[in-house]
């Protein structure tokens, strides 16, 4: 494809070469391996001299074709897919870290991120120490010289806070680190990290790519020559991705850009609903410019995206009592579905944390996170008015 196609056609168009059926959408390959003409074809196969395909746990057209995409939307060198968003932030980390190393992570971070950090990787004796989004000027203080891996959300996961790209971009070039941004809530439609100096890009396609709330799937995208690692290490550990569901990721990524538009306009909507509500006493999304970080929003996001944060009068019981009386949004444990869903992050989510490592990154007993949906705005905020009512 073109580089200079507009995303949206890329996204469209960017396809697998069509079998001898000439078949206008790429068909699934599902297939556990592959054959080949003669020996000197397989052994060539297996020296990595030719770039065929030899077993669906190392590479799959499927596979191809997904992870092209998204290397065009990030501006990437080269991918790799996985199973599940956690096998792409655990299979990248095993594969560029070792025994002795040590890694500087944002605070905020996903639950099972966190315990990744905290409970799997010392077994290896590679350590982590935790930075806050808001304090910059002291990230400086949690280099080492055994530091390799800086690591960061933004938007965090669940607060909506936001961490300065252009900043950490420069910090980890200073000081010689690998930066890996999680994008998951962004979504390369809105934000493209590696243009501020990520060299690694990692999503849980199993939110906003798919969008539907059907398949599980992982990305990991940026550096060629990191890449590399991180497939030699996927080969041979088998954290791999059904085909099936690589082609449903790649279908879903041709709606990313129209999903994302309706998804940040009514977030934007309800924001500013709960943002008038006198039952609620904050609300926290990146296209207000109440956010405290709305500076950063603007320089680095083309737009909000389709998180609110919002804490309720009443704390931790009322919480609980809006949950319970929301007939239209969904309670479940996602986000970036086609579906409104709202979760309590202090019980669920993030309930691995301690109840001091929650509060540190803002996640309070009245915390509701809001994964905004593409129903029609009026019946989003009819059901979540009559919930704060009941509550």
């Known amino acids: 494809m073109s580089k200079d196609q507009k995303f949206e056609t890329q996204a469209i168009r960017t396809q697998i070469a069509p079998t001898h059926a000439q078949e206008h959408s790429t068909p699934m ?94 077994k290896w004796k590679i350590e982590t120490t935790y930075v806050e989004v808001n304090s910059t000027a002291d990230w400086g203080n949690a280099v080492q010289p055994n530091t390799k891996l800086f690591y ?47 060299d690694l890009v990692i999503h849980s396609a199993t939110k906003f790519i798919d969008g539907q709330g059907r398949v599980l799937g992982g990305i990991t995208v940026g550096r060629k020559d990191l890449i590399e690692e991180i497939y030699a290490f996927s080969r041979s550990t088998g954290p791999a991705l059904s085909p099936f569901n690589a082609w449903v990721l790649s279908k879903s990524l041709e709606t990313l850009a129209v999903r994302m538009e309706r998804h940040c306009e009514n977030a934007l909507a309800l924001s500013e609903f709960l943002e008038a509500h006198p039952k609620v006493n904050w609300v926290k999304y990146p296209g207000l410019k109440s956010h405290p970080q709305f500076d950063i929003a603007q320089k680095q996001m ?32 996602n986000l970036g579905d086609s579906r409104t869903i709202a979760t309590h992050p202090s019980s669920t989510t993030h309930a691995k944390l301690t109840e001091e490592e929650r509060l540190k990154v803002g996640i309070t007993p009245e915390l509701i996170r809001v994964s905004v949906g593409l129903e029609h705005i009026d019946d989003i905020i009819s059901d979540i008015q009559q919930a704060l009512e009941k509550a």
């Open 152 to 198: 960061l959300e933004t938007p965090t996961n669940p607060g909506v806070d936001l961490v300065d790209l252009e900043f950490a971009g420069q910090f980890c070039k200073e000081h010689g680190l690998i930066l890996i941004v999680d994008n998951c809530f962004a979504t390369p439609y809105l934000q493209q990290p590696i243009r501020f100096g990520a």
């Open 302 to 333: 083309s737009k909000g995206g389709a998180l609110v944060a919002f804490g309720i009068q009443g704390g931790l019981e009322n919480g609980r009592n809006f949950l319970n009386h929301l007939s239209l949004c969904s309670l479940t444990a």
């Open 29 to 122: 390959y599902l297939t556990s391996s592959f054959i080949y003409n003669d020996a000197e074809e397989m052994r060539a196969a297996f020296a990595g001299e030719n770039d065929r395909h030899i077993y669906s746990r190392f590479s799959n057209p499927n596979f191809g074709e997904l992870a092209d995409k998204l290397c065009q939307m990030e501006g990437a060198e080269a991918g790799y897919v996985f199973a599940t968003g956690m096998a792409a932030v655990f299979s990248t980390f095993a594969a560029l870290a070792n025994a002795g190393d040590h890694i500087i992570s944002c605070r905020s971070v996903f639950g099972s991120t966190h315990t990744v950090f905290t409970k799997i990787l010392p």
